[in-house]
């Protein structure tokens, strides 16, 4: 069974930093690209990065560029989104999600959720 | 960037009766187009992708249809458990994939 753990996120200050982590089981990790995905509170779904699967590609949302940095470690099963300079607007549950491995951009797993709060 | 338009923000629909939710994009997307449902306080599950096929384990009644801008998923006779708040997404033109708003389906 595939899955998805989110962990990491809190409550930050604004400025402040936070890595969220994923730990995926049930397939191999290391075959797939993966993504994360944020929604704000009572909002819709938003792209936040995505990472192939051997990390030579990454890409972000404008509003994260140059704050965020997504990575893997394909030994563990892991991915990482490291946040920096964390604004009001990052509020967030934070998803990871996998790209289906069909070579398109379709979004066939996804975690729980973790829950980033930015407010002084 | 894509613009991806939902509509209705809400749609209210009896237990039974069909719901179609519209989907349309700001530049043609062809056929790379996909539907999700969420629940409330659950994560998001794929329905449908390549704008009519349906993703594994979704029932018969969820169908979608269309081609460049203008998308339709169908749920043909609702059932209990398909009220969620649904969105359409394009992964034609990338970085970024954008979702849809959504459209929350709710009990008439």
């Known amino acids: 069974e595939v899955q998805l753990v989110e962990s990491g996120g809190g409550l930050v200050q604004p400025g402040g930093s936070l890595r969220l982590s994923c730990a995926a089981s049930g397939f191999t990790f290391s075959n797939y690209r993966m993504n994360w995905v944020r929604q704000a509170p009572g909002k819709g779904l938003e792209w936040v990065s995505f990472i192939t699967s051997s990390s030579n590609t990454i890409y972000y949302v404008d509003s994260v560029k140059g704050r965020f940095t997504i990575s893997r470690d394909n030994a563990n099963n892991l991915l990482y989104l490291q946040m920096t300079s964390l604004r009001d607007e990052d509020t967030a549950v934070y998803y990871c999600?996998?790209?289906?491995?069909?070579?398109?951009?379709?979004?066939?797993?996804w975690g729980q959720g973790t829950l980033v709060t930015v407010s002084s | 960037e894509i613009v991806m338009t939902q509509s209705p923000a809400t749609l209210s629909v009896s237990l039974g009766e069909r719901a179609t939710l519209s989907c349309r994009a700001s530049?043609?997307?062809?056929?790379?187009l996909a539907w999700y449902q969420q629940k409330p306080g659950q994560t998001p599950r794929l329905l449908i992708y390549?704008?009519?096929t349906r993703a594994t384990g979704i029932p018969a009644r969820f169908s979608g249809s269309g081609s460049g801008t203008e998308f339709t998923l169908t749920i043909s006779s609702l059932q209990s458990e398909d009220f969620a708040v649904y969105y359409c997404?394009?992964?034609?033109?990338?970085?970024?994939?954008?979702f849809g708003q959504g459209t929350r389906l709710e009990i008439k």
């Open positions: 530049q043609s997307v062809s056929s790379n």
């Open positions: 999600a996998r790209d289906d491995g069909s070579g398109y951009r379709r979004l066939d797993y």
């Open positions: 390549g704008a009519s």
């Open positions: 997404q394009q992964y034609n033109n990338w970085p970024p994939i954008t």
